[in-house]
């Protein structure tokens, strides 16, 4: 069982930025895919980014391509989304998520991952 613990979320104007990062407790990803997640108000939850093991295939919903970036640091062990030009739609509890078998590509249904974190709020005010 791996264990994610997402930081790095809260409050914003919109037009900021904030980074978002996420990491195993207790052990390394290993060769997972890494994606991000979020959930708005009132909605369901909806991808937004996933990174390979190597980094070598990255993947964006439409929503956030050329405002956020996925990276990975694999010898620190961790995820982050660095997210700029926020907008008030982007206000979402975002979630950190591991993809365990690699099983298509871009991942970006829920149920292509294994692993989840417990979410980070992000606000974006006006």
């Known amino acids: 069982q791996v264990q994610l613990v997402e930081s790095g979320g809260g409050l914003v104007q919109a037009g900021g930025s904030l980074r978002l990062s996420c990491a195993p407790s207790g052990r390394t990803f290993g060769s997972y895919t890494m994606g991000w997640f979020r959930r708005a108000p009132r909605k369901e939850r909806e991808f937004v980014a996933a990174?390979?093991?190597?980094?070598?295939?990255?993947g964006y919903a439409d929503s956030v391509k050329g405002r956020f970036t996925i990276s990975r640091a694999n010898a620190k062990n961790t995820v982050y989304l660095q997210m700029n030009s926020l907008k008030p739609e982007d206000t979402a509890v975002y979630y950190c998520?591991?993809?365990?078998?690699?099983?298509?590509?871009?991942?970006?249904?829920?149920?292509?991952?294994?692993?989840w974190g417990q979410g980070t709020q992000v606000t974006v005010s006006s």
């Open positions: 998520a591991a993809d365990r078998e690699g099983r298509s590509w871009p991942p970006t249904r829920e149920y292509d991952y294994d692993y």
């Open positions: 990174i390979s093991w190597s980094g070598g295939n990255i």
